[in-house]
């Protein structure tokens, strides 16, 4: 099978790298195009009863944007992903939690394949943090390969 839209969720850490091998793998056809996203977990704001994410409020660390920006362009120059092809797309996104954010965009670019890392949790990290792809698989409607990576 021929995947038309890969999408590549990082966390932009070294072990990171597996991950995009692998979804370079999955670009089989020169009609497929690959987008790589990474998600800034936002700060949500109080207001009395109601809380708002700040991007909301167009209130977004800049500096911490940057420095995501600078981020993914080295991750992508160190795994060969040359965003000046016009088949490979690259976002930092900003969402109130990564799960939320993933399957938004899944849905809103109409993703088929979902190519993510897990690391494997224990103890009170993974009753604390779970694990966002745990989360995930309930709700996307995509294919999804996930690359098991080592602590």
């Not at 944007?65 to 797309?89: C, S, W, Y």
Request: with cysteine; proline share 1%.
């Amino acid at each position: 099978m021929s995947y038309q839209h890969i999408l590549l969720v990082t966390d932009l850490k070294q072990d990171a790298d597996l991950v995009a091998q692998k979804a370079k793998q999955q670009l089989t056809s020169e009609s497929s195009q690959l987008s790589v996203l990474h998600i800034v977990q936002d700060t949500v704001v109080g207001f009395g009863y109601e809380l708002i994410p700040a991007a909301s409020l167009n209130e977004v660390d800049e500096e911490n944007r940057q420095e995501m920006k600078a981020e993914m362009v080295d991750f992508l120059d160190r795994n060969q992903l040359n965003t000046k092809n016009t088949n490979i797309n690259a976002e930092i996104a900003t969402a109130v939690s990564s799960t939320e954010g993933i399957i938004s965009y899944c849905d809103a670019h109409q993703v088929d394949l979902l190519v993510i890392g897990r690391h494997e949790r224990h103890g009170l990290s993974a009753l604390l943090h779970g694990s966002t792809v745990n989360n995930i698989m309930p709700n996307i409607k995509c294919d999804v390969l996930v690359v098991h990576l080592d602590i």
